[in-house]
Nanobody, 124 residues
Framework: QVQLVESGGGLVQAGGSLRLSCAVSERTSSSYTMGWFRQAPGKEREFVSAIRRSEDSTDYADSVKGRFTISRDNAKNTVYLQMNSLKPDNTAVYYC?????????????????WGQGTQVTVSS
């Protein structure tokens, strides 16, 4: 059973930055596509970003493109989400997920393992 543990959430003012981390329990984590999703109050969980096992293959939701950067350190079994120029509507619980699919990585159904989430709150 792969376990994912997110960290790095918190309270930040609009325009600020946060870096989320997702520690993966398995040594073969480099085999997984890793994704970040978020769920705001009263809304469905949505795709934010993903990185395939090939580190230069990434994808971003249009709403975060140019502000968020996903990366992975396979030696540390950790995935990061650097979030810059944060906005109040970025407030949500952010979830890390792992899956073996190469295709359709925006689809939550293609992820087999999920973390518990970390709260990000952006104040105006």
């Amino acid at each position: 059973q792969v376990q994912l543990v997110e960290s790095g959430g918190g309270l930040v003012q609009a325009g600020g930055s946060l870096r989320l981390s997702c520690a993966v329990s398995e040594r073969t984590s480099s085999s997984y596509t890793m994704g970040w999703f978020r769920q705001a109050p009263g809304k469905e969980r949505e795709f934010v970003s993903a990185i395939r096992r090939s580190e230069d293959s990434t994808d971003y939701a249009d709403s975060v493109k140019g502000r968020f950067t996903i990366s992975r350190d396979n030696a540390k079994n950790t995935v990061y989400l650097q979030m810059n120029s944060l906005k109040p509507d970025n407030t949500a619980v952010y979830y890390c997920a792992a899956g073996l699919s190469w295709w359709n990585i925006r689809n939550q159904a293609n992820y087999d393992y999920w973390g518990q989430g970390t709260q990000v709150t952006v104040s105006s």
